[in-house]
């Protein structure tokens, strides 16, 4: 589950961004497999894997996260 939601984040951030799955994955050092993995929640992203992507999309962590819910406590 907490997987899902990181990938949809990273997914909504890097369209918004104007990235490709292919040039995010490359300027991030990883293969596209592995973005595609994360993107559609079947691998929990690292905390470094997490903090490249927000500086490479020019977002901070925080703002990535998935917002917190009352289900989460």
């Known amino acids: ?3 899902e939601k990181w990938g949809r984040r990273i997914r909504a951030f ?7 799955q292919e040039s ?6 990883v293969s ?16 470094q894997f997490l903090d490249k992507v927000a ?3 020019n977002i901070t962590v925080d703002e990535l ?3 917190k819910t009352d289900s989460d406590h």
């Open 24 to 29: 995010l994955a490359k300027d991030l050092g």
């Open 1 to 3: 589950m907490e997987a």
């Open 32 to 47: 596209v497999s592995v973005l595609g993995e994360i993107e559609r929640g079947n691998r929990l992203p690292t905390e």
């Open 65 to 67: 996260a998935p917002p």
């Open 55 to 57: 500086k490479l999309l």
């Open 14 to 20: 890097r369209k918004l961004k104007g990235y490709t």
